[in-house]
């Protein structure tokens, strides 16, 4: 199947600063990529979709001042968290969608755990 | 997209089928049901896909009722790597974006 990476796949960073995870389709090229979150102890929560060469689309709740996301390339999607507080402290999650020719079908990331401290 | 309901959680012995139901009575008829494992900290994994006919891959085995308003998950000989969170989701094959549920917690016990 598809891999997606993501790095780091873990971080620890103090309030108010920002931190960037990376998510990378390996195999194959992803005109769309997705980046979830997920509280301990609860589902994996949509927040944007992000198309190559465009603007992301955020999920209702989500501030994109906040969560800003670059998808510059076919293979890469950055999500940067500004200013990070505490209660930003989850496991973020990318996910990339296939081509047309493959389906459209979604592979995830090993996923980031972001402690804010 | 239709939502599915499954079990909070299952219990399962090792090297016995693990059997997951998930009940998705508003299903369109061209929704198709995918089945995804989380393992504990880790992402999102495929595990099978199906529209209406039964399938089959080295992973599990997907049972689609003929009214399609339910489907079970079977994996044959659970192992403890089975210990996870399956998700049941309901969606148009492609395009739409995947809607995690709360899934069923599947702990296998040796």
């Known amino acids: 199947g598809a891999v997606v990476s993501q790095h780091p796949s873990r971080v620890i960073c103090k309030s108010g600063t920002s931190v960037k995870i990376e998510c990378r389709s390996l195999d194959f090229q992803a005109t769309t990529m997705f980046w979830y979150r997920q509280f301990p102890k609860q589902s994996l929560m949509l927040m944007a979709t992000?198309?190559?060469?465009?603007?992301?689309?955020?999920e209702q709740g989500v501030e994109k001042d906040k969560f800003l996301i670059n998808h510059a390339s076919l293979t890469l999607s950055t999500l940067t968290v500004t200013s990070a507080h505490p209660e930003d402290s989850s496991f973020y999650i990318c996910s990339a969608r296939s081509p047309r020719d493959s389906g459209y079908e979604q592979y995830f990331g090993p996923g980031t755990r972001l402690t804010v401290t | 997209d239709a939502k599915t309901t499954q079990p909070t959680s299952m219990d399962c012995a090792e090297g016995r089928a693990a059997n997951l139901p998930c009940n998705h009575s508003t299903i369109s008829g061209n929704e198709y049901v995918y089945w995804y494992r989380q393992i504990h900290s880790q992402g999102p994994q495929y595990i099978i896909h199906g529209l209406k006919n039964n399938e089959t891959n080295e992973m599990a085995s997907l049972i689609i009722t003929e009214d399609r308003k339910s489907s079970t998950l079977i994996l044959p000989h659970a192992t403890l790597r089975d210990t996870a969170v399956y998700y049941c989701i309901v969606r148009v094959r492609g395009y739409s974006t995947l809607t995690f549920g709360k899934g069923t917690m599947l702990l296998v016990s040796p």
């Open positions: 992000s198309n190559e060469g465009s603007k992301a689309t955020y």
